[in-house]
């Protein structure tokens, strides 16, 4: 990653009444507004399908989709006109990410498994969990 690439955490609902192929399709589409923009997605989280806490265009459910993707800043522009523009994309929120919410992330992953490893020294090396998110789901919160 270069100096002008930075951390981003983008989060997105999708309406639930579309099928897994279409959420899977929208999904996919966001992820190639990233890639020729010239960023790269470092994690996909699916958090599912959830009730929303207020009606959306008179939707009450949604499809929870949180992205972390490396871009530069020209990037972001980009990526708020294809939501605007998704009829399926009921809301989103793009952050930039903090770098040593970041760091501190990294270091307890390896510290979980290197106490994992420590307990078993015979069992082969567990598989890197997937990145959880810096914010609780729902919340504002970062995660402490």
Not at 7 to 23: M, R
């Amino acid at each position: 990653m270069d100096k002008s690439h930075r951390l981003y955490e983008s989060t997105f609902i999708i309406n639930a009444s579309l099928d897994d192929a279409q959420v899977d399709a929208v999904i996919t589409r966001v992820q190639d507004v990233i890639a020729k923009n010239g960023g790269g997605v470092t994690a996909l989280n699916k958090w599912g399908r959830k009730r929303l806490a207020y009606p959306i265009n008179k939707k009450t459910n949604g499809f929870y989709v949180n992205l972390e993707f490396s871009a530069p800043g020209p990037l972001l522009a980009a990526l708020e006109r294809a939501y605007q523009l998704d009829e399926m994309v009921l809301r989103y929120l793009t952050i930039v990410l903090d770098k040593k919410a970041v760091a501190s992330r990294e270091k307890a992953l390896a510290a979980a498994a290197a106490a994992a490893a420590a307990a078993a020294p015979d069992a082969p090396a567990p598989a890197v969990p997937a990145r959880e998110p810096l914010f609780k789901e729902g919340t504002g919160e970062k995660k402490s």
